[in-house]
T-cell receptor, first 111, second 116 residues
Framework: QKEVEQNSGPLSVPEGAIASLNCTYS??????FFWYRQYSGKSPELIMF????GDKEDGRFTAQLNKASQYVSLLIRDSQPSDSATYLC???????????FGQGTRLTINP | GAGVSQSPSNKVTEKGKDVELRCDPI?????LYWYRQSLGQGLEFLIY????????KSGLPSDRFSAERTGGSVSTLTIQRTQQEDSAVYLC??????????????FGPGTRLLVL
């Protein structure tokens, strides 16, 4: 099992719909979870972090965390073509004391 | 404030030559990571420095790769005897770890390496 696993996609969503991105992780002791967005040819940029179980909302973005299931997701409401990018899930592994990234999910929003 | 900077932004070299890539982290950030990203691929972890601890070199793909971090700040990634498969974007990120692992990484713009 990969340490942090994401569906590689590509995920295609019509404009205005909800895009749902999923991530599972192997370290049960992990406490900190991050979503990064990477546009083609650019560096990753942080868009959200979540530390507690439940939902965290920021504008059109909602991060959801379920530590018991070792699952974190990112929902993008009212998807826009500008949301088309690769989304990277990252988990801070307590044992190794380092941030571990998933392989990313490529999202395309179709006008 | 200043973000993470990397130099050079682009590097073209011939197979067999050595290259050095530089990363200036955000001031005060104790952690520094190097990643490699090939075209269309995910981030490949290379090496991780945290404060004065011994670096985590578990991601270095071969002994041709090495990295240093001087004075807990600037880091240099060296690739000796470059091969064509080393062509990729090399990304540096820095962070400061708060209690509980609340660590947010900030990425530099990357160095695009092309080995001919």
């Amino acid at each position: 099992q990969k340490e942090v696993e994401q569906n590689s996609g590509p995920l295609s969503v019509p404009e205005g719909a909800i895009a749902s991105l999923n991530c599972t992780y192997s370290d049960r002791g992990s406490q900190s979870f991050f979503w990064y967005r990477q546009y083609s040819g650019k560096s990753p940029e942080l868009i959200m972090f979540i530390y507690s179980n439940g939902d965290k909302e920021d504008g059109r973005f909602t991060a959801q965390l379920n530590k018991a299931s070792q699952y974190v997701s990112l929902l993008i409401r009212d998807s826009q073509p500008s949301d088309s990018a690769t989304y990277l899930c990252a988990v801070y592994f307590q044992g190794a004391q380092k941030l571990v990234f998933g392989q990313g999910t490529r999202l395309t929003i179709n006008p | 404030g200043a973000g993470v900077s990397q130099s050079p932004s682009n590097k073209v070299t011939e197979k067999g030559k050595d290259v050095e890539l530089r990363c200036d982290p955000i001031s005060g950030h104790t952690a520094l990571y190097w990643y490699r990203q090939s075209l269309g691929q995910g981030l490949e972890f290379l090496i991780y420095f945290q404060g004065n601890s011994a670096p985590d070199k578990s991601g270095l793909p071969s002994d041709r790769f090495s990295a240093e971090r001087t004075g807990g700040s600037v880091s240099t990634l060296t690739i000796q005897r470059t091969q064509q498969e080393d062509s990729a974007v090399y990304l540096c990120a820095s962070s400061i770890t708060a209690s509980g692992g609340q660590e947010t990484q900030y990425f530099g713009p990357g160095t695009r390496l092309l080995v001919l």
